[in-house]
């Protein structure tokens, strides 16, 4: 079950990604300091035509479950579920000038009540306190760890692989 804590706006909303949510996803990656933290971004956060075919990748394969995350009617950024091997993983990024205020949570959440199955997986750099914050109070528990190669920041970043159960 899927427990939140604290307060979230009733003015977000999830919907179906649009054409139109596009630029600001490109201006949302395109922040250096969101993409230092989030450490495991696009190889270059700058490139429009690997970003297109990224979106249009997601856009059209029927397993991945793609939302745009709106509050007053305002894109502030977007959740995301998607099969790595057996297993379903979620991620999400809200706009840097929007932190703080829940609504990686309340995306989350809400993202989470879509999904059938559990269990449900994620992965977060481990210094990237805001994501693990988001995670836990989402119901995920650490499970282990891993690393990745992180171009973003140049180096080998040590990574909580999580998981939500129930």
């Known amino acids: 079950m899927v427990r939140i804590v604290g307060a979230v706006t009733a003015e977000l909303r999830l919907r179906e990604v649009r054409d139109t949510d596009l630029p600001e996803f490109f201006r949302h990656q395109s922040d250096p300091a969101a993409v230092q933290m989030a450490a495991f971004a696009a190889d270059d956060p700058h490139d429009r035509r ?7 990748r997601i856009r059209t394969d029927p397993a991945i479950v793609a939302r745009t995350v709106t509050v ?6 977007h959740v ?13 990024w809200i706009d840097r000038p929007h932190w703080g205020r829940g609504y990686a949570t309340g995306a989350l959440a809400a993202l989470l ?9 994620a992965r977060a750099a481990q210094d990237n306190r805001g994501s693990l914050a988001v995670l836990r109070k989402c119901g995920f528990v650490i499970r282990g760890t891993d690393h990745g190669y992180s171009t973003t920041r140049g180096a080998d970043v040590p990574e909580y692989v999580l998981e939500l159960t129930d």
């Open 113 to 121: 009540r879509e999904l059938p199955r559990r269990p449900v997986h």
């Open 50 to 56: 690997a970003f297109a075919a990224h979106w249009h």
């Open 72 to 77: 007053a009617d305002r894109v502030v950024g």
């Open 80 to 92: 995301l579920a998607f099969p790595v091997g057996e297993r379903t993983e979620v991620s999400y």
